[in-house]
């Protein structure tokens, strides 16, 4: 009883997955690099600090990922590393969404974490949107995002500091061309 309850299931499951295969769309995805140039602003807040400090900071930008077309756009995930001022900025794009409005323009919106490069780092959210003309050449497109890295945070190991972490606020924009492969 055992053994044809066993091969019925297994039976079962051969046959869901030829089905699956068979009615399955073409599945790709798209390879792509992208580099170009920041320009950010980090305000920290340091615990032992009075007040906020600004700096502004402009770098090169370079990122590498994958999307896959839907209907309307595409989506995917991507790692990114700029130079911001000599520290880097690592970020992992979870959820990289592109909405095509038509052949050549498209929108884009992006969340997931970022890390700031600092003698202790800085985690936090990082989300954003811009605009894509794609097909500058075949497989290029020129890209222009607003990002936002929201209270990226890390410890404070100052005994005297009135909280235990320090906080930083990125906003920037990153103009850069995207080469598919």
Known sequence: ?????????????IAAAIVAAGLAREAGAELFVD??????SVEADIATQPVSITTDSSGLHFGVGLRRELTHGSIGARIELDDLDGESLLAVRALDYRRHLSQRFALTAFAGAARLDLDTPAYGYYLGGGVQLKDLWPRWSLSVDLRLGDKLARDNFDPQAPRPDDFYDLKGVTIYLSRGF
């Not at 009883?1 to 499951?13: A, D, P």
């Not at 580099?35 to 950010?40: L, P």
């Open 35 to 40: 580099f170009g140039v920041n320009d950010s």
């Open 1 to 13: 009883m055992k053994s044809s309850l066993g091969l019925r299931t297994y039976t079962t499951g």
